[in-house]
């Protein structure tokens, strides 16, 4: 009933209140309007941050899975610089034996030249030395011609030398022992010196056969002696 007494006009509401009402309604619908355009805004930004960061996640992850495949690389690369040392190191050291062995394969082919020609010149020495062996064989054979030959011909000699012994021996003993004549014949004489003159070969060719003997005795020395070098040059 109060609010019934307050009513003007029969019922009917103020337009100051209608306005004010009205105004606020508007103020509320702006009001609405702008927060939820903030609100969408917000949302809009929100779920753009969510993106952001669900993209930095996969690029933090990527950058993590990158960093491992780079240390991993680094290590590997660290390994192969490693390795590539030590195949250097082996390089330098088989290039120092390469290069010992090339300096001994030449002094090989220096020592092998010098044998070589050490070798042809053995050769040709042997040679030379063959030939004059066979020389000297052949002077050897002549010489033993020669030696026999000459023990022939002392043989000859020395029986020649035993009959003449032998005659000379024979000659004294048929000689008659001398007498003392006072006088003596020219026939007597001339036996005498006859006689004298048969000793006198005697002693002449005794002379003679004592000379043939030295003789003979260095022949038969030099034959043993060139005999003896035969034997040695041929050994």
């Given at each position: 009933m109060g609010i019934d007494s307050m009513r003007v006009g029969g019922g009917r509401c103020p337009p100051l209140v209608l306005g004010g009402l009205l105004t606020a309604c508007i103020m509320l619908i702006c009001n609405w309007w702008i927060l939820s355009s903030e609100n969408i805004e917000l949302v809009r930004q929100l779920d753009e941050l969510n993106e952001q960061l669900r993209i930095s996640a996969e690029e933090r992850d990527q950058c993590v899975t990158l960093r491992k495949n780079f240390e991993q690389r680094y290590k590997n690369a660290e390994n192969e610089v490693a390795?590539?040392?030590?195949?250097?190191?082996?390089q330098e050291e088989l290039k120092k034996k390469n290069d010992d062995l090339n300096e001994n394969l030449n002094m090989c082919k220096n020592e092998l030249d010098s044998l070589t020609k050490l070798d042809a010149t053995k050769t040709t020495t042997l040679e030379t030395l063959r030939l004059e062996k066979k020389t000297v064989n052949s002077q050897l054979n002549i010489t033993r011609d020669e030696n026999k030959k000459l023990q022939e011909d002392i043989e000859q000699l020395k029986d020649d030398l035993d009959k003449i012994k032998l005659t000379c021996n024979l000659t004294p003993e048929k000689k008659a022992p001398p007498t003392l004549q006072p006088q003596t014949s020219p026939k007597n004489h001339k036996n005498n010196d006859s006689n004298g003159g048969i000793e006198d070969?005697?002693?002449?060719?005794?002379s003679k056969a004592g000379n043939i003997e030295t003789t003979d005795g260095n022949i038969v020395e030099s034959g043993r002696d060139q005999h003896t070098n035969g034997g040695t040059t041929e050994d």
């Open positions: 390795s590539l040392h030590v195949h250097l190191e082996q070969n005697v002693e002449v060719e005794n």
